[in-house]
């Protein structure tokens, strides 16, 4: 365990679905980030909120709405995904938004997402 | 933001000690340098952060030269367990500026440990 913890680790959603993911830190971090990784591709970074104020939104479409209710939880909302959305997203939480102090992000095990 | 440029991939048996480079031309005064090792299907975890000269931790060592436009993580004595993909990123705290703070990742390196 990281003390980033990501549910559900699998979830496989049709079209018209609306699911969220959920991440939640143990840690008493500050920030908390969502990235995507899709196979063979870079990690992208969608969304950074610093103390429960989002500060980034990487031109992600609005069909990945972000919810961050207080700084130890992070929520994914998800709706009319496309076939191309499916891949892993990954959480991960920092002391401070930035390089993280020495000891970098911690990141959970991620969401496996498969959309049909 | 710094890119960063890393070898695609490399192969290296047990028990030798693996040097990976990391090209960052681009780096600001602020920017933080850290390497990160990711498993198949999780999310990346911390290895080593530095700012100048040389750090070491139980883990690896990070060799950064004066003029910080390169760095190089060292794997004393690598296992099969540590078959993974390598990442190298720059990136700044909070109070170094708009955007420095966002920690891009590249393709890294796909290091393969060979019995």
């Known amino acids: 365990e990281t003390g980033v913890t990501q549910t559900p680790r699998h979830l496989v959603m049709g079209m018209t679905n609306k699911k969220s993911l959920k991440c939640e830190q143990h840690l008493g971090h500050n920030a908390m980030y969502w990235y995507k990784q899709s196979a063979k591709k870079p990690l992208e970074l969608m969304f950074v909120?610093?103390?429960?104020?989002?500060?980034e939104n990487n031109s992600v479409p609005s069909r990945f709405s972000p919810e961050c209710p207080n700084s130890s939880h992070l929520f994914l909302h998800l709706h009319t995904l496309q076939p191309e959305d499916s891949a892993l997203y990954l959480c991960?939480?920092?002391?401070?938004?930035?390089?993280?102090?020495?000891?970098?992000?911690?990141f959970g095990s991620g969401t496996r997402l498969t959309v049909v | 933001l710094a890119k960063t440029t890393q070898p695609i991939s490399m192969d290296s048996y047990e028990g030798q000690e693996v040097n990976i480079t990391c090209s960052h031309n681009n780096i600001a005064t602020n920017d933080y340098i850290t390497w990160y090792q990711q498993f198949p299907s999780q999310g990346p975890r911390f290895i080593i952060q530095g700012y100048k000269t040389k750090v070491t931790n139980e883990v690896a060592s990070l060799f950064i030269p004066a003029d910080r436009k390169s760095s190089t993580l060292s794997l004393p004595r690598v296992s099969l367990s540590d078959t993974a993909v390598y990442y190298c990123?720059?990136?700044?705290?909070?109070?170094?500026?708009?955007?420095?703070?966002?920690?891009?990742f590249g393709k890294g390196t796909k290091l393969s440990v060979i019995p």
């Open positions: 991960a939480s920092s002391q401070d938004r930035g390089a993280g102090g020495g000891y970098g992000y911690t």
């Open positions: 909120y610093s103390l429960e104020e989002r500060v």
């Open positions: 990123l720059v990136g700044g705290d909070l109070n170094s500026g708009a955007g420095s703070y966002q920690l891009t």
